[in-house]
């Protein structure tokens, strides 16, 4: 038996370890036998486990941010690592258990992250503009601080939104450096704003793990309830119309397609570079959470995420020195 994190399990190990249980549902089979499927998770991921035969009355409970401890193997199903449980019993205070092991963050801290956002804030010098981007991230502070970006793709981590907001800011202001006719407020009140409703469309606990959408996040989504949001806070705090009605614009068009939800493209060049800063910061993530699993000179499996395609790890390295773990800037 082994104690390992879910990033280094194989096939064919045989595991012995705590874990955080994210989701759980009783099931039943073809056959009519009931078994137990749940999504574990630790600091380094989340897999797909299931108690076969499960009974109620011989197993203990599992219910949802509740810590267990499990014995069992790992296989392959439909490309995809699973755990079969064997044994499991609920964590006690004598364990010793830190729940931060156990849940997936960002690499920095959520009021560092805050804090920056913050600075970006201050360097916006439209008046209407500054108003509804720092009344919004205000009053949403508290949830700002552990939403993820995602329930499962990027970004799905404790303070992922955050995550996400500042690279993009970081980068967005590097963009504006080449591009010197781009309107540095509405870039980055945009970056800001795209995915702020992301805490309204989904319901996350305090451990940055999304348990379901909302009935207003399936019926309309974060998009239109980012642009309702914004026209709300605009009429509130007396903003200009136009600089209300150019923030809807950005949020409306930053995913380009309207199959991925966006009814119209980009119009203004803010807009524009706000949607390929999005779509970049979201693959790098998903390939660098794919890469840090793979050995170098190795190809990953396929990555439905990134159109099915598979990653190189290179055995090149570079020369640049690494910032300190947990520095933001």
């Keep these: 038996m082994e104690t390992k994190k879910i990033r280094d399990f194989q096939p064919g190990d045989l595991i012995q370890s705590f874990f955080l249980v994210k989701a759980a549902e009783y099931k039943t089979t073809s056959t009519n036998k009931s078994y137990l499927d ?3 998770v630790d600091s380094t991921g989340e897999i797909n486990a299931k108690i076969w035969d499960h009974s109620t009355e011989t197993e203990p409970k599992c219910n949802v941010n509740m810590l267990v401890r499990i014995r069992g193997s790992v296989s392959e199903w439909q490309s995809r690592l699973q755990l079969k449980i064997d044994k499991i019993r609920v964590a006690t205070q004598e364990d010793a258990l830190n729940i931060g092991d156990f849940v997936p ?5 959520p009021e560092a992250m805050y804090g920056e956002i913050e600075k ?5 010098e439209n008046a209407d503009i500054g108003k509804i981007v720092s009344t919004l991230v205000a009053a949403n502070k508290e949830k700002l601080l552990l939403y993820p970006a995602a329930k499962q793709n990027h970004h799905a981590v404790r303070s992922g939104l955050l995550y996400h907001i500042t690279t993009m800011l970081k980068m967005g202001e590097k963009v504006s450096e080449v591009y010197v006719s781009l309107n540095r407020d509405l870039l980055f009140a945009g970056i800001i704003l795209h995915d702020i409703a992301k805490i309204a469309e989904m319901n996350a606990s305090e451990l940055g793990i999304v348990s379901e959408y909302t009935v207003e996040g399936e019926l309309l989504g974060h998009i239109i309830q980012g642009i309702k949001m914004i026209d709300q806070t605009a009429v509130a705090v007396g903003a200009d119309p136009e600089a209300s009605l150019l923030l809807q614009h950005m949020v409306l068009s930053h995913h380009y397609e309207p199959e991925f939800g966006s009814p119209k493209r980009p119009m203004i060049p803010e807009a524009e570079i706000l949607h390929y800063l999005d779509i970049m910061d979201a693959r790098m993530y998903d390939m660098g959470r794919t890469l840090e699993k793979i050995e170098d000179g190795h190809f990953s499996d396929k990555v439905w995420l990134l ?3 598979k990653l190189y790890k290179s055995s090149v390295k ?3 020195v690494e910032k300190e773990p947990n520095t933001l800037f």
């Design 38 to 40: 749940l999504t574990l």
């Design 105 to 109: 963050v960002a690499p920095y801290s």
């Design 120 to 124: 970006y804030i201050s360097m916006i």
């Design 307 to 309: 159109n099915n395609r």
């Design 318 to 320: 570079s020369s640049r």
